[in-house]
């Protein structure tokens, strides 16, 4: 089992941007594809992005394309959300998540974190 820990939440005006950060522990020597997901109030929990072990490839939501960038350290362990042109509607909780298959990832049966909020105020 791998453990996830999110960071760079926080308040931000439309049109800013946040980093989220997401460090992994535990079980990380195997190949872990991982990704982000979030939740507005009162709404389901939706993909954002994902980044496969290499790096090598990467998907986006197509409300958050060519806003929001997806990137891995694996030397550190850690996966990176970076968040710019932020709008109103993109205030939910994030979570980072982790799996061994991108369709596992994707179907939301991965590992998570406990998730960071992102307010954007307009």
């Known amino acids: 089992q791998v453990q996830l820990v999110e960071s760079g939440g926080g308040l931000v005006q439309a049109g800013g941007s946040l980093r989220l950060s997401c460090a992994a522990s535990?079980?990380?020597?195997?190949?872990?594809?991982m990704g982000w997901f979030r939740q507005a109030p009162g709404k389901e929990r939706d993909f954002v992005s994902a980044?496969?072990?290499?790096?090598?490839?990467?998907y986006y939501a197509d409300s958050v394309k060519d806003r929001f960038y997806i990137s891995r350290d694996n030397a550190k362990r850690t996966v990176y959300l970076q968040m710019n042109s932020l709008k109103p509607e993109d205030t939910a909780v994030y979570y980072c998540?982790?799996?061994?298959?991108?369709?596992?990832?994707?179907?939301?049966?991965?590992?998570w974190g406990q998730g960071t909020q992102v307010t954007v105020s307009s």
């Open positions: 998540a982790a799996a061994t298959t991108m369709t596992t990832l994707r179907n939301g049966r991965g590992s």
């Open positions: 535990g079980r990380t020597g195997s190949s872990y594809h």
């Open positions: 980044i496969t072990w290499s790096g090598g490839s990467t």
